[in-house]
Nanobody
């Protein structure tokens, strides 16, 4: 699976952004799409994941401010982020893993997009 992330940018604190991740290649209904982020000097951390069926799973730190969704006809996953904070500044990566179980470790995802920068100014 090849992944292409987009939608990052510079936004003021309190603002919103919607990230997109387009998947191509050997896609199927038996995979989960996820979003991770990595701030400078920090490890890559899980943000959210979604099954083909639409079931979702969120990191506790963001679950009240982000929504993950997918358009299976377009093979695209979205991450809507609201009430952004400076600490949300990071490179955001989309990822894919086969199977139906949620996982939150980067090593459990076999395919990765190139990342898109999100910068939140105070």
């Amino acid at each position: 699976v090849q992944l292409q992330a987009s939608g990052g940018g510079l936004v003021q604190a309190g603002g919103s952004l919607r990230l997109s991740c387009a998947a191509s290649g050997r896609t199927s209904s038996n995979y989960i799409m996820g979003w991770f982020r990595q701030a400078p000097g920090k490890e890559r951390e899980f943000v959210a994941a979604i099954r083909w069926s639409g079931g979702t799973y969120y990191a506790d730190s963001v679950k009240d401010r982000v929504t993950i969704s997918r358009d299976n006809a377009k093979n695209t996953v979205y991450l809507q982020m609201n009430s952004l904070k400076p600490e949300d500044t990071a490179v955001y990566y989309c990822a894919a893993r086969s199977g139906i179980y949620y996982r939150t470790e980067p090593a459990d995802f076999g395919s990765w997009g190139q990342g898109t920068q999100v910068t939140v100014s105070s």
